[in-house]
C-alpha cells in the first residue's frame, strides 16, 4: 500500500467514532465500486476510499466492477458485499443506467444490495433529480483523472483528497448493517 496522502489529524471525529462501533462488532465491510461507464475515475475513487478506510484503521475491503452487470457476477464482485456505491455523471443517461441496474439488483435476488446503494455523482449536480430514495453523494469535478499535453495525469485537487463525504456514507451504511 502506498503512503497515505491524507493529513495527519484530518479524520473527522464522527468516522473514528463510527469505526469503533464497527471494531467492537468485528466485522469488516466489504464495499464495492462499480462505475456505470469506464470513462469515469472508479479505481481512482475506490484507491481513495480504500485509503481513508485505512487512515481510519477500518476493516474494509473496497473493490471495483463495471459497467457490465453480468460479467461482475461472473467474477464474483456482488458476492459478500455490503455496500454498493455507483459512479455516475450527471447527465440524465447515467440516471437511468443507475435505474436500469437497481432495477437489475432486485430482479436478481440482490434486493439488499439495491437497499444499501450510494449514488456517487461526479461534478456539479442539479438540485432536481429522479433518484431521491438512494443516498447520494456529489463529488468535486476535480475527481476526474485529467490528462496533460504529454499525457501524464494530475493529481488530484486537495480538496477532493480532503473530503470524507463518500466514506461517511459508506460508514453510515455499515453501521446501520452491524445494527441489524
Given at each position: 500500500?502506498?503512503?497515505?496522502?491524507?493529513?495527519?489529524?484530518?479524520?473527522?471525529?464522527?468516522?473514528?467514532?463510527?469505526?469503533?462501533?464497527?471494531?467492537?462488532?468485528?466485522?469488516?465491510?466489504?464495499?464495492?465500486?462499480?462505475?456505470?461507464?469506464?470513462?469515469?475515475?472508479?479505481?481512482?475513487?475506490?484507491?481513495?476510499?480504500?485509503?481513508?478506510?485505512?487512515?481510519?484503521?477500518?476493516?474494509?475491503?473496497?473493490?471495483?466492477?463495471?459497467?457490465?452487470?453480468?460479467?461482475?457476477?461472473?467474477?464474483?464482485?456482488?458476492?459478500?458485499?455490503?455496500?454498493?456505491?455507483?459512479?455516475?455523471?450527471?447527465?440524465?443517461?447515467?440516471?437511468?443506467?443507475?435505474?436500469?441496474?437497481?432495477?437489475?439488483?432486485?430482479a436478481n435476488?440482490?434486493?439488499?444490495?439495491?437497499?444499501?446503494?450510494?449514488?456517487?455523482?461526479?461534478?456539479?449536480?442539479?438540485?432536481?433529480?429522479?433518484?431521491?430514495?438512494?443516498?447520494?453523494?456529489?463529488?468535486?469535478?476535480?475527481?476526474?483523472?485529467?490528462?496533460?499535453?504529454?499525457g501524464l495525469?494530475?493529481?488530484?485537487?486537495?480538496?477532493?483528497?480532503?473530503?470524507?463525504?463518500?466514506?461517511?456514507?459508506?460508514?453510515?451504511?455499515?453501521?446501520?448493517l452491524g445494527?441489524?
Amino acid at each position: 500500500m502506498r503512503p497515505s496522502k491524507m493529513t495527519p489529524g484530518a479524520v473527522p471525529a464522527r468516522l473514528r467514532q463510527q469505526v469503533a462501533e464497527l471494531g467492537s462488532k468485528g466485522q469488516p465491510i466489504t464495499v464495492l465500486v462499480f462505475t456505470l461507464d469506464t470513462h469515469l475515475p472508479f479505481c481512482e475513487i475506490a484507491e481513495h476510499l480504500a485509503e481513508q478506510f485505512g487512515e481510519l484503521d477500518c476493516k474494509a475491503q473496497v473493490a471495483t466492477a463495471g459497467p457490465q452487470r453480468v460479467q461482475s457476477v461472473m467474477d464474483g464482485k456482488f458476492t459478500g458485499t455490503n455496500v454498493l456505491v455507483v459512479v455516475g455523471d450527471t447527465s440524465a443517461y447515467s440516471e437511468d443506467r443507475l435505474m436500469e441496474l437497481v432495477e437489475w439488483l432486485l430482479a436478481n435476488g440482490r434486493k439488499d444490495l439495491a437497499g444499501n446503494l450510494i449514488y456517487a455523482v461526479l461534478g456539479h449536480e442539479h438540485q432536481n433529480h429522479a433518484t431521491q430514495a438512494f443516498s447520494r453523494v456529489v463529488l468535486p469535478r476535480s475527481y476526474y483523472a485529467r490528462t496533460q499535453q504529454s499525457g501524464l495525469k494530475l493529481p488530484w485537487a486537495a480538496s477532493a483528497r480532503e473530503s470524507w463525504e463518500l466514506a461517511n456514507a459508506v460508514l453510515d451504511y455499515a453501521v446501520g448493517l452491524g445494527a441489524e
